[in-house]
């Protein structure tokens, strides 16, 4: 075979192995070409949600493509995106009533930045700057990687990143610090946004903190007439235990993005949603006010159907009641760690499991990351820890044997890779 013209994400290649080839995806498996079944407990990026391929789904996009692939979404209109736009309105918190449709989680949050300092100017308010919380990821665009973690990632384009304000991550016991340092950069009225990835920073390294954190920042940023962002990219779609994350805060951010597990990870699309104050601050005689904002994929008819699909699942299966199942054994699971000498800060919310392996080094270029890597493949389980944190974030139809058998597995990384305390 000729050499590979594929250069992969995220993907140095020049230390790391030829990457197997997928030829089949089922449920919660991928299959190679040489007929290896490899168990997805990462949900591939953390986007399929019930399983690979989920029949109804698959159906929903066959028929789509029948009558409908692609059609410009400025001046003409379509039925999915009507009905998608009306069910995502229904599941969303309250007050969030217009939906804006994009393609990835980076663009979502790239049109709810752009969303926050429109709402401001064309309100006439002279409001600019955005507010980050410390190891936070929202995408690797330039917009996006400005709101996030400056690091390894983005040093080399540090120069094209605009400036934001960062506050503390709300590590438990020093939640209040967090609290103190948005409420002061809130107080000079310069604040567009607060942007925050509810309950788990993900990239971040799987970072959790309590829901009445959310509630407080929500609570402080409604003060100051500052905007919240809720980045539910990752979060969403039952994610942390329940549709959306800001539901266990009560919260009701300005906006919230949403993308992954929107089409049940099929295909990618991604909504922003917003308050009707913010729809209302574009909404003018003077076309200056627009909403300037698109890109060519916007609402594709099949991603919408594929949506659709997902939104019936939701309301036909007992999903909620799988999500508190795993849940529940994610929890359970993850006991027998607390006492085991290799690792530490055992967490979950929700569907999602991490701990931190004991190593010489840590960060996301300690040396131990690929080699978990390839340790977890062998034993046909696709996990990928970030640095030393290893996290499961399954689909939802895994079963509690093959969840057992990725304990057992980490249990073994940790006494091959871990040191003890
Ligand atoms: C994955 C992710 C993004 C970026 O989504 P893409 O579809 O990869 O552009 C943004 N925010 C969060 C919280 C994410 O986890």
Redesign the pocket.
């Known amino acids: 075979m000729s050499r590979s013209a594929v250069w992969h994400p995220f993907t140095q290649h020049a230390t790391e192995p030829v990457p197997p080839t997928i030829v089949r995806t089922e449920g919660a498996y991928v299959e190679t070409r040489e007929g290896k079944r490899i168990l997805d407990a990462i949900s591939s990026w ?1 986007v399929i949600t019930h399983g690979h391929r989920h029949p109804k789904i698959v159906e929903a996009i066959r028929h789509a493509i029948e009558t409908l692939d692609q059609v410009i979404f400025a001046g003409l209109n379509h039925e999915p995106a009507e009905q998608l736009a009306s069910a995502l309105v229904d599941m969303a918190p309250p007050g969030l009533d217009w939906v804006f449709y994009s393609d ?3 663009t979502s ?1 790239e049109v709810a930045l752009k969303m926050a300092l429109g709402f401001h100017r064309n309100s006439g308010a002279a409001r600019a700057r955005i507010v980050v919380i410390e190891h936070s ?4 665009t330039i917009g ?1 990687m400005s709101v996030g973690a400056r690091g390894v990632f983005n040093a080399a384009y540090e120069p094209l990143l605009f400036q934001v304000d960062t506050i503390p991550f709300p590590a438990a016991g020093q939640e209040q610090q967090t609290l103190d340092a948005f409420e002061r950069l809130s107080r000079d009225g310069e604040v567009a946004a607060l942007i925050v ?1 509810p309950l788990v920073l ?2 971040g390294g799987m970072l959790m903190y309590p829901a009445w954190v959310l509630a407080e920042l929500k609570r402080i940023a409604e003060a100051s007439g500052t905007l919240l962002i809720a ?1 539910e ?2 979060t969403g779609w039952g994610r942390t235990g329940t549709m959306f994350a800001c539901e266990q805060a009560s919260v009701s951010p300005d906006i919230l993005c949403t ?2 597990g929107l089409t049940g990870g099929t295909i990618p699309l991604a909504a922003t949603i917003a308050t009707d104050a913010i729809f209302h601050a574009h909404f003018s005689e003077d076309r200056k006010k627009t909403f300037f904002h698109s890109s060519s994929y916007t609402a594709n008819p099949i991603a919408c159907a594929a949506a659709l699909a997902n939104v019936e699942i939701w309301r036909d299966e007992p999903v909620a009641e799988r999500i508190a199942v795993l849940s529940a054994r994610q929890a359970a699971g993850l006991q027998r760690f607390r006492v085991n000498p290799y690792f530490t800060d055992c967490r979950t919310t929700g569907t999602i499991a991490a701990l931190d392996l004991r190593t010489g080094s840590a960060g996301y270029l300690a040396e131990i990351g690929p080699k978990l890597r390839a340790f977890f493949l062998e034993r046909g389980l696709l996990v990928r820890p970030l640095g030393n944190v290893l996290y499961l974030l399954p689909p939802y139809c895994i079963t509690s044997d093959e969840l057992g058998g990725l304990y057992d597995a980490i249990e073994e990384a940790g006494e091959r890779f871990g040191s003890r305390p």
Request: charged content about 20%; overall charge negative; proline content about 0%.
């Open positions: 953390w990835s989680g980076s949050v990821y929202h995408g690797d996006t990835e993900g990239a980045d990219v990752m993308s992954k």
